[in-house]
């Protein structure tokens, strides 16, 4: 049981480029959700899933898209990435609502120059 | 605004001694509290929920303790180890929304020396 994964771990990337970050989780749960973390500040949603096939803007969703094609599987997205995208993303999911805890990812390191 | 703050930004103790970590929010309606503990370069991992009928939740050393009418809450930790050297974040939920979002707070970075 792995849990929550996250593919890659570290990614460099030039003003412009485009890149998919892979968020999959093996416990069957149906909630699944994108963070950023960023130096002095909390956690901030991105982007989140109620279900397969479903997505929905968080807090901060500018610059990012995302897919939810299997249950499985929580995709995040950069079309054209910018300096201000540098962070650490999280993903996350959990079975259901109110009073469930969220399992998170090892979260990925990105850095955009 | 829904917020959740923090207090020491940072905290430097012993090991083997106590620390209390303050948590103090204002999310409206409430569901429920949690603490969680961010070791460097991981994901947070849940140390303890609580709803708004809780005061008081342990696991192992941590204690967490939760006054609904004041909006404030406490973790403490009780004969510290060095592995707890790590941020501690305070996460608060609110009744309202059924998607399960979390608003959280920007943590505590705690230091346990030899």
């Known amino acids: 049981n792995a849990g929550v994964t996250q593919t890659p771990k570290f990614r460099v990337l030039k003003t412009g480029q485009s890149m998919t970050l892979l968020c999959a989780q093996d416990?069957?749960?149906?909630?699944m959700y994108w963070y950023r973390q960023d130096p002095g500040m909390g956690l901030r949603l991105i982007h989140y899933s109620v279900g397969e096939g479903t997505t929905a803007k968080g807090e901060v969703p500018d610059g990012y898209n995302v897919s939810r094609l299997k249950k499985q599987n929580f995709l995040l997205g950069l079309e054209s990435a910018a300096p201000s995208q540098t962070s650490v993303y999280f993903c996350?999911?959990?079975?259901?609502?109110?009073?469930?805890?969220?399992?998170f990812g090892p979260g990925t390191r990105l850095t955009v120059t | 605004k829904n917020q959740v703050e923090q207090s020491p930004q940072s905290l430097i103790i012993l090991e083997g001694k106590n620390c209390t970590l303050q948590c103090n929010y204002t999310v409206s309606p409430f569901s429920n509290l949690r603490w969680y503990k961010q070791d460097t370069g991981r994901g947070p991992v849940s140390l303890t929920i609580m709803t708004f009928s809780e005061n008081t939740k342990s696991n192992g050393r941590y204690t967490a303790t939760l006054d609904a009418d004041t909006k404030q809450s406490s973790l403490h930790i009780t004969a510290s180890q060095l592995s707890d050297s790590a941020s501690y974040i305070c996460v608060v939920s609110d009744s309202m929304d059924s998607s399960y979002k979390l608003i959280f707070g920007s943590g505590t970075r705690l230091l346990v020396r030899p």
């Open positions: 416990m069957n749960h149906e909630y």
């Open positions: 996350a999911s959990t079975r259901g609502v109110l009073g469930y805890e969220q399992y």
